[in-house]
């Protein structure tokens, strides 16, 4: 079992959840019959417990390309409340400020292009950043003042979804898509959207959509998961490895090539355009390389 499987995660559920979910399914399925045979399994980039949507899971091999799905851009669907600021910037925590003010839906669609392209965010106290060793949201958990520094993410586009408005009272609420860098809190970008409209908000409503190359027309709910391993057809289930690498060439070797990457040994003379290449032996996978003038050198190898 390597590869990926894709979970429509339910709200309430963490990520490291999905992971024991999944390896609960590969236990009952019998295909980990006891702990040594259990493959490795990881997830490709956390989703808060108030957060739904894609949560892609590697299994097996696929967990040494995890690191590159958390480095991948996401798209979110979010709605940002106006009128109320939360501790937490979301539905969890307690009302911090308030205002009477309500953006019509013309200052909504004039402000969001300050919020497009590379753009300056503090992130939520209440994360999973590190401060001084311990983790943000412990701290504020225990009333400390957390103080996080600000950092450079990019939003690429962000999309009015509802902006169907009544009368000149102005929006309760918004519903917006962001496509984003790794790194970007859509806590805090809901945060400054509100405060950049002379009001306060937080986020009641997130979704992921897409994470790297998946999105949720590949992801399944827990229940189908549980019913797959029921029925021993996880495999048909799992996206291969290759499927998280999707916007990467492939870079086909001869059966000496792959021998002497899976050694560790630099090819040289290798006609490929300099990047990074899905290196395949047959439908075999070899290797996550980097080519570079000709000499492909391994990123990752895989154990297949």
Known sequence: MHGWIIIDKPLGLGSTQGVSAVKRAL??????????????????????????????IAVGEATKLAGRMLDSDKVYDFTIRFGTETATLDLEGAVIAESDVRPVLAQIEAVL???TGPIEQVPPAYSALKVDGERAYDLARKGEVVELKSRAVTVHSLILRHPEQVGDDGLESVTLTAHVSKGTYIRSLARDIALALGTVGHVTMLRRVKAGPFTLDSAISLDKL?????????????LPLRAGLDDIPAL??????????????????????DGQHFALLDDVPIALVEVLSGAVRVVRGFNL
């Not at 549980?226 to 057809?233: F, M, S």
């Not at 070797?253 to 490929?272: E, F, H, M, N, S």
């Open 27 to 56: 236990r009952e399925g019998g295909y980990a019959q006891t702990k040594k045979d259990m493959p490795k399994v990881g997830h490709g980039g956390t989703l808060d417990p108030l957060a739904t949507g894609v949560l892609p």
């Open 113 to 115: 292009s300050r919020f």
């Open 252 to 273: 086909s070797l001869t059966p000496d090539q792959a021998g002497l990457l899976r050694k560790g040994q630099v090819l040289a003379g290798i006609a490929a355009d």
């Open 226 to 238: 549980a019913d797959a391993a029921k029925a021993r057809t996880l495999e048909d289930l799992l």
